[in-house]
């Protein structure tokens, strides 16, 4: 069911495309098979992209509507304005905000631990705020890698091991 409504979003999504620019643009190749904190990622040379399915299904609505657009953007914007465009520039942003009519956001909130790979939970100042790290980043962090919080600054620190598998609300 979630290949299916992300493969019709995504043609949706070109066709919007292809009449806004009264240009044809043909499909991508769409792989559901990204893992890890990456929700999506376009490849335009290639005319592919690759979705994380973890994250589609635990926020499928958000995914379908935000993340399908924003790499979908990625395959559009080369093909209209050339391909020394910058990644999140404004050209990029037209497309997501004049023909997708979705927000430019280049960063997702999924919670990590959806994937089963973030399951080290640490803590800095901001309050009420947990950031979940992964196995690799928690043993470099005992190894003596300092970890800061991109939003306060503050070194995060180890709370526990959410070791309970995630279960959408």
């Known amino acids: ?14 066709r919007k495309a292809s009449s806004f620019y009264d240009m044809p643009f043909s499909p991508p ?11 999506g990622q376009a490849i335009p040379e290639s005319n592919l992209l690759r979705f994380n ?16 657009a924003h790499e979908t953007a990625h395959i559009v914007a080369p093909k209209v304005y050339g391909h020394r465009i910058a990644a999140h520039g404004e050209e990029w942003q037209g497309v997501m905000n ?5 927000p430019a956001e280049r960063l997702h909130s999924y ?15 901001c309050p009420k705020k947990e950031t979940p790290l992964s196995a690799i980043r928690h043993n470099r962090r005992k190894r003596g890698v300092i970890y800061y919080c991109s939003d306060c600054g ?11 598998p995630f279960r959408a609300v």
């Open 1 to 14: 069911m979630e290949y299916l409504d992300l493969h019709i979003r995504v043609q949706e999504l070109i």
């Open 29 to 39: 190749k769409i792989l559901v098979d990204l893992t890890g904190a990456d929700a």
């Open 53 to 68: 399915l973890h994250f589609l299904r635990y926020n499928r609505s958000h995914f379908l509507k935000h993340i399908a």
């Open 98 to 102: 004049r023909v997708f009519k979705v």
């Open 111 to 125: 919670d990590l631990r959806q994937t089963g790979r973030y399951r080290f939970i640490y803590n800095c100042r």
């Open 154 to 164: 503050a070194r995060l620190r180890f709370l526990y091991e959410d070791k309970k």
